[in-house]
């Protein structure tokens, strides 16, 4: 397809392959991709150290990080409106607007960290979500990370555990439900390959529809 116009973001479940997806895609769209790089936008916009953002990264509200990052750093915001406010809720408004600021640059991908909500006046934005059978995801897991299947499911109902609690704090959707993305798609199922196809006709669907009300 030629060159899109579409933003993509990509929620995931953990083991899923929703960055691999990602990668894919900006390869074959000629986009760029954004994963842990918002982090680092993030912090340079905002003043926040990039380890603090890291530590919170993804992750719910902790009573004992505030209070640790609270005593060790200060924070660089220099808007006065900031002040008060809690460092969770600091730093995903740091997030928040570097995300804008990413779109606002142009076409992208964006992968996890409530982009989509971020995102959600933006006509142009696709929202995926990512999904697969937990026995599919233990074993991709498994093999990324050297571990047993065991280890590896443990290690996906934390992190998805985690992904879960700090979308639904922060937006006004749930996590994972069909009701909050445009598109749901079963890696499990379709492969990465099958996954990247798809995504790429739905894009162009999308923009031919756009054309035609236009």
Request: aromatic residues 8%.
């Given at each position: 397809?030629?060159?899109?116009?579409?933003?993509?973001?990509?929620?995931?479940?953990?083991?899923?392959?929703?960055?691999?997806?990602?990668?894919?895609?900006?390869?074959?769209?000629?986009?760029?991709?954004?994963?842990?790089?918002?982090?680092?936008?993030?912090?340079?916009?905002?003043?926040?150290?990039?380890?603090?953002?890291?530590?919170?990264?993804?992750?719910?509200?902790?009573?004992?990080?505030?209070?640790?990052?609270?005593?060790?750093?200060?924070?660089?915001?220099?808007?006065?409106?900031?002040?008060?406010?809690?460092?969770?809720?600091?730093?995903?408004?740091?997030?928040?607007?570097?995300?804008?600021?990413?779109?606002?640059?142009?076409?992208?991908?964006?992968?996890?960290?409530?982009?989509?909500?971020a995102l959600e006046n933006y006509s142009n934005v696709l929202s995926v979500f990512i999904h697969a059978d937990t026995t599919k995801r233990a074993k991709r897991i498994s093999r990324m990370y050297d571990m047993t299947e065991s280890k590896a499911r443990e290690m996906i109902l934390r992190t998805d555990k985690k992904r879960g609690s700090y979308y639904n704090y922060y937006t006004n959707k749930k996590w994972s439900a069909v009701q909050s993305y445009d598109v749901c798609l079963d890696s499990g199922k379709l492969g990465i390959d099958g996954c990247v196809e798809t995504i790429i006709e739905i894009i162009k669907v999308k923009e031919r529809m756009k054309k035609a009300v236009l």
């Open positions: 397809m030629t060159k899109t116009n579409t933003i993509i973001t990509i929620g995931r479940e953990f083991g899923s392959g929703g960055h691999e997806i990602g990668a894919h895609l900006a390869e074959k769209l000629e986009i760029p991709l954004y994963d842990k790089e918002m982090l680092d936008r993030a912090s340079k916009d905002s003043g926040i150290a990039e380890e603090i953002l890291k530590a919170h990264d993804e992750k719910p509200t902790s009573s004992f990080l505030y209070s640790l990052v609270m005593d060790t750093y200060s924070l660089g915001y220099k808007t006065g409106s900031y002040s008060d406010m809690p460092i969770n809720h600091k730093i995903f408004l740091a997030q928040f607007e570097a995300i804008k600021k990413i779109a606002d640059e142009g076409p992208c991908i964006l992968i996890g960290r409530c982009a989509d909500y």
